[in-house]
């Protein structure tokens, strides 16, 4: 019981960190618009932010169960563990890029490599997630749009 139990916590903090990390990713394309250019034609890339889930882990944590602590290296393997399969995702979603001839990354692109990638349960999760959290953030910048014009 307690080990499964424990197992819910890493898949809660995982899900959470992948919508994070897939959300942040989308948010730092140009002009938003669900599009990250890959292959830029001029000048130098944007150096990418380093994503460190630890915030999101915790606060997935405190939310479900308040009195459960983490240790720095409970802590420091769920940030490995995240940033590894974030590292997953990401190149399964270049391959597939490549594989249709495009050099944009889209939000079916991350979805499909979340597909491929988790096990379907926690798969199925994952893009529903990502895509309300995608509908948020299209909401917010079109209210944002409305209120300066």
Do not use: W
Request: charged content about 25%.
């Amino acid at each position: 019981s307690g080990f499964s139990r424990r197992i819910s916590y890493i898949r809660v903090a995982f899900i959470a960190c992948l919508f994070l990390s897939i959300f942040t990713l989308l948010k730092l394309s140009s002009g938003f618009g669900e599009r990250i250019n890959l292959l830029e034609k001029k000048g130098k890339r944007k150096a990418m932010p380093l994503i460190v889930p630890s915030a999101k882990i915790y606060k997935v944590l405190k939310e479900i169960h308040p009195d459960t602590r983490i240790s720095k290296k409970a802590m420091a393997v769920m940030n490995s563990f995240v940033n590894d399969q974030y590292d997953k995702i990401a190149a399964e979603a270049a391959r597939i890029l490549s594989f249709n001839k495009k050099s944009t990354l889209t939000a079916r692109e991350i979805q499909a490599s979340v597909k491929l990638l988790l096990p379907p349960e926690l798969a199925k999760h994952a893009c529903s997630r990502g895509a309300k959290a995608l509908a948020m953030y299209k909401q917010a910048v079109a209210a944002k749009a409305d209120s300066e014009s």
